[in-house]
């Protein structure tokens, strides 16, 4: 009774000054000077460890989301905003869609047709199997192309000369070289229709056209496709109005949902409208799951350095051993006991986790404006310094992995060790 007279009498006092008791005293208890030194050394390894812990997981997710925004600002440079492609087969009649009812769609600026297949390119003695895509005027207009070229202008049509635009890496691979009208390209495909002949060189049409310029957006483009004009591909592959796919350019704002379920609904159920997530689904699905595999390995090398939260709360709750004996005759409550040492785990958490997101923020705005660290690569990189993209809610996720992971560290020792000290000796 006399303990309960007491308890209510301090916790009434407490709360005229506006203080939570068992916070009040785990503050004291994290900044005053321990009898024994080491606990306060090893209390702020603690926090250490978590800021360290913290600034990593910051560091490298902004980092993921800068080589992810680099790659899909690439891809989105050479994929079109939303294809439209047939369900089965290879080509379609140009006309086969409702073309003039798609253009009408607000929102809808560029409408590109677009024909491509594989080819034989021959420049020399040097041969490259690539992708010849041929494309009309809109084709520019709408996708980014014109901004990677790493030499040459971009031009497909001249009066009546066609004109490549050819990755770097078949460049490279067929020793091309711009302005030079001595040798054009010469590309090969088989005659549609052809199953036999005695001359050889009649199973194949084969079309001569020059370079006019060398992009560069990423391997798997580079060494895959050179541009051509419309025009030029249908005579190299035998086709009239037929196309492999239809590619659409929007405006600014546009609700590219709703369009797309729209345009899927004029063309019906025999095409497949798809938008730029779509195109390169396994692509983005490979970087999400890269990103949060990375997450994961440092949230568990996180889990490791809380490990010295455990440490210093049993230390602590040892050498507080007295004050708990006051405490108690006091009247204090043994949850309130534990709630101190609660408090205390999580207050290192949150400090550790505080000064990381900072001290991450900080170092990621630095690699954002000034470009530090610089990417070490033999040949040329898109960008010279590692990417940095900062989100909020990779903030918000690694704050609430740290403060479960700091509660988990700190809960289980608070309880063993209050069963121990609290339960047998003073209930």
């Not at 030194?37 to 997981?57: R, Y």
């Not at 999580?346 to 610089?374: D, N, P």
């Amino acid at each position: 009774m006399i303990r309960l007279i007491k308890w209510n009498i301090l916790r009434n006092f407490l709360n005229n000054k506006r203080l939570n008791f068992p916070l009040f005293i785990a503050r004291r208890y994290l900044f005053s000077k321990k009898s024994h030194n080491v606990i306060n050394i090893i209390s702020w390894i603690s926090i250490f460890g978590v800021s360290i812990g913290t600034m990593a997981l910051i560091i490298v997710l902004s980092v993921f989301n800068g080589f992810e925004s680099l790659v899909i600002s690439l891809f989105n440079s050479f994929n079109p905003e939303m294809q439209i492609t047939q369900k089965v087969g290879k080509t379609f009649h140009a006309n086969a869609i409702p073309v003039e009812s798609i253009k009408k769609l607000p929102g809808v600026l560029y409408y590109n047709n677009v024909l491509e297949d594989v080819a034989l390119l021959k420049h020399g003695d040097k041969q490259n199997i690539a992708t010849v895509k041929g494309v009309e005027a809109d084709f520019r207009k709408m996708s980014g192309l014109d901004t990677l070229l790493v030499q040459g202008k971009f031009v497909l049509e001249h009066l009546d000369e066609n004109f490549a635009i050819v990755g770097q890496g078949i460049a490279y691979n067929l020793n091309l070289r711009l302005n030079d009208y001595s040798e054009p390209i010469s590309v090969y495909t088989p005659r549609r229709g052809i199953s036999s002949t005695l001359d050889p060189s009649d199973a194949f049409n084969n079309l001569f056209i020059y370079p006019s310029a060398f992009f560069g957006v990423q391997q798997d483009f580079d060494t895959k496709y050179i541009i051509v004009p419309l025009r030029f591909a249908r005579e190299l592959f035998e086709y009239k109005d037929e196309v492999t796919s239809v590619e659409l350019g929007f405006a600014k704002g546009t609700d590219k949902n709703d369009l797309q379920e729209r345009i899927q609904k004029l063309c019906g159920n025999k095409f497949v409208v798809k938008n730029r997530f779509q195109q390169q689904e396994l692509l983005y699905k490979i970087m999400k799951s890269e990103k949060w595999a990375i997450f994961l390995i440092l949230s568990f090398i996180l889990l490791i350095a809380t490990f010295n939260v455990i440490g210093t709360l049993t230390m602590l709750i040892l050498e507080k051993r007295k004050d708990v004996s006051i405490l108690w005759s006091m009247g204090a409550e043994s949850k309130s006991i534990r709630t101190i040492f609660l408090y205390e785990g999580m207050l290192i958490s949150l400090i550790g986790a505080g000064l990381g997101l900072f001290l991450g923020g900080v170092i990621c705005w630095l690699q954002q404006s000034f470009g530090l660290v610089q990417i070490q690569s033999e040949g040329a990189f898109v960008v010279e310094a590692y990417p940095v993209d900062m989100q909020f809610l990779d903030f918000v996720y690694v704050f609430v992995t740290v403060y479960c992971i700091g509660f988990l560290s700190t809960w289980f020792p608070v309880r063993q060790v209050s069963k121990k000290y609290l339960n047998n000796k003073f209930d």
